[in-house]
T-cell receptor
Framework: DAGITQSPRHKVTETGTPVTLRCHQT?????MYWYRQDPGHGLRLIHY???????DKGEVSDGYSVSRSKTEDFLLTLESATSSQTSVYFC????????????FGDGTRLSIL | AQTVTQSQPEMSVQEAETVTLSCTYD???????LFWYKQPPSRQMILVIR??????QNATENRFSVNFQKAAKSFSLKISDSQLGDAAMYFC???????????????FGTGTRLQVTL
């Protein structure tokens, strides 16, 4: 299994509080991604990174920010959480080679009350 | 933008039988990659099979195979000899080549929930 660790695995918090989710990899892969999974939508890309300090937006980036100060860590921050951000969040990694699949972490279930 | 459509929200198959899950996609690119991922109740996303668009031969992985029809933009997954452990959500996904500047992002379908009955 690809070495991807997401933390925390579960979190419950209140509307308006800041939340940071962490993704840590031991594979030294260049690309890292954050997705959210909601019923009826599959997985949708929030942000991605193509190198240290190199990030870009995905299709559902509003209300989220990311940072990547080291190859192995990719942080997702909700500056002021809203109930619409209740979801399961997945981190994924991939190598910079055509055809290589993305490997996923085990997900973080985030509930915002 | 690429889109991926899975038109079957739920499917059911009896143990030891064969089932086919449908996936269609829309793209203007000629070179790309397609994947099927399995998500059991444990929530893990597990790669099942992948297909390169430039390869005419359909990919196979043990009991899993695909029917890739490039002209029709169709990528169905066939599961043979279904087992109870195959019960899961299955997602079809599309990926552009790495040189297109899109960081090889995945576009997912909405998933098909597969039930396996005795």
């Amino acid at each position: 299994d690809a070495g991807i660790t997401q933390s925390p695995r579960h979190k419950v918090t209140e509307t308006g509080t800041p939340v940071t989710l962490r993704c840590h990899q031991t594979e030294n892969h260049r690309y890292m991604y954050w997705y959210r999974q909601d019923p009826g939508h599959g997985l949708r890309l929030i942000h991605y990174s193509y190198g240290v300090k190199d990030t870009d937006k995905g299709e559902v980036s509003d209300g989220y920010s990311v940072s990547r100060s080291k190859t192995e860590d990719f942080l997702l921050t909700l500056e002021s959480a809203t109930s619409s951000q209740t979801s399961v969040y997945f981190c994924a990694i991939s190598e910079y080679r055509d055809g290589q699949p993305q490997h996923f972490g085990d997900g973080t279930r985030l509930s915002i009350l | 933008a690429q889109t991926v459509t899975q038109s079957q929200p739920e499917m059911s198959v009896q143990e030891a039988e064969t089932v086919t899950l449908s996936c269609t996609y829309d793209t203007s690119e000629s070179d790309y990659y397609l994947f099927w991922y399995k998500q059991p109740p444990s929530r893990q996303m597990i790669l099942v099979i992948r297909q390169e668009a430039y390869k005419q031969q359909n990919a196979t992985e043990n009991r899993f195979s695909v029917n890739f029809q490039k002209a029709a933009k169709s990528f169905s997954l066939k599961i043979s000899d279904s087992q109870l452990g195959d019960a899961a959500m299955y997602f079809c996904a599309y990926r552009s080549p790495s040189n297109t500047g899109t960081a090889s992002k995945l576009t997912f379908g909405t998933g098909t929930r597969l039930q396996v009955t005795l």
